[in-house]
T-cell receptor, first 115, second 114 residues
């Protein structure tokens, strides 16, 4: 079974600085998708970024980028120029390419942004 | 743009009561997923539907059932509620049942069982 591990329960960053959130996963599959979701205090789940395992190029969405290391099964999220609105719980998620219905989430990392 | 709608947003029930949660997917989305997020926990997949048929089942208790209707909205029925059922219930929808399709999450329904 696939598992997703986020080893940092809490992280803190100064406004305008850069922070990296870690995520590792365990799978025997070669084709899958990885996601980072943001959950602000409103508890809404918001997709931040996604990465297809077959793509070597790291995904980027404005200030958000990932470092995808397939061999190491690592998928970290880098937030550049952190803003107060980035404060939230961040979940790393895995979804098999052969089973769309089973999305596995990590335990989450709570990010605090200090002004 | 229209998003996933869930109702009610908050629900308070007593033990052993029944609750029904509703999910209205994004227009044209034919696949719906239900997740349960307990306090301080990550979301857990419960069940999904594609084109009105159950497509997969996760950690959904036997006391719960769900269905997807002809207009693609879905309802999660929860009976004999227990205190441990208190959680945030998310619905997500996607266009198509394939794994390449994004899941868009609704705002969630917060269920409190007293």
């Amino acid at each position: 079974a696939q598992t997703v591990t986020q080893s940092q329960p809490e992280m803190s960053v100064q406004e305008a600085e850069t922070v990296t959130l870690s995520c590792t996963y365990d799978t025997s599959e070669s084709d899958y998708y990885l996601f980072w979701y943001k959950q602000p205090p409103s508890r809404q789940m918001i997709l931040v970024i996604r990465q297809e395992a077959y793509k070597q190029q790291n995904a980027t969405e404005n200030r958000f980028s990932v470092n995808f290391q397939k061999a190491a099964k690592s998928f970290s999220l880098k937030i550049s120029d952190s803003q107060l609105g980035d404060a939230a719980m961040y979940f790393c998620a895995y979804r098999s390419a052969s089973n769309n219905n089973d999305m596995r989430f990590g335990a989450g990392t709570r990010l605090t942004v200090k002004p | 743009a229209a998003g996933v709608i869930q109702s009610p947003r908050h629900l308070i029930k007593e033990k052993r009561e029944t609750a029904t949660l509703k999910c209205y997917p994004i227009p044209r989305h034919d696949t719906v997923y239900w997740y349960q997020q307990g306090p301080g926990q990550d979301p857990q997949f419960l069940i999904s539907f594609y084109e009105k048929m159950q497509s997969d089942k996760g950690s959904i208790p036997d006391r719960f059932s769900a269905q997807q209707f002809s207009d693609y909205h879905s309802e999660l029925n929860m009976s004999s509620l227990e205190l441990g059922d208190s959680a945030l219930y998310f619905c997500a929808s996607s266009l198509g049942g394939g794994s390449s399709y994004e899941q868009y999450f609704g705002p969630g329904t917060r269920l409190t069982v007293t």
